[in-house]
């Protein structure tokens, strides 16, 4: 059963710090590109920062300089270290792991951690 399980949500006054974790389950952790979402409420669900099994990393403008995405592959872990954060930054965040099979993009949710940024 493949689980993805995200940890380190919480209240966070603007300019603080979070650090988001995602422990993986029942998947070939090493072979996945992983990554982090988030959906605000009113809004879609968007990009916040990926980072492919070769430890390539991509991120939103809006959080580039502010977020970094990291990977433990013998933990089965990738976490978001997330610092200066705003209130806009204020949404749940989800972990993504995915990899192609047979052509095919196979992929898996968490079920969301809340974050949220306010004095």
């Known amino acids: 059963q493949v689980q993805l399980v995200e940890s380190g949500g919480g209240l966070v ?6 650090r988001l ?5 029942g998947i070939i952790f090493s072979m996945n590109t992983m990554g982090w979402y988030r959906k605000a409420p009113g809004k879609q669900r ?4 990926t ?3 070769g ?16 990977r433990d ?19 749940i965040y989800y972990c993504r792991a995915s990899r192609m099979w047979s052509g095919k993009q196979i992929e898996q949710w968490g079920q969301g951690t809340q974050v949220t940024v306010s004095s």
């Open 13 to 18: 006054q603007p300019g603080g710090s979070l």
């Open 21 to 25: 974790s995602c422990a993986a389950s």
């Open 46 to 49: 968007e990009l916040v920062a």
């Open 51 to 53: 980072i492919t099994s």
């Open 55 to 70: 430890g390539s990393t991509n991120y939103a403008d809006s959080v580039k300089g502010r977020f970094t995405i990291s």
């Open 73 to 91: 592959n013998a933990k089965n872990t990738v976490y978001v270290q997330m610092n200066s954060l705003k209130p806009e930054d204020t949404a």
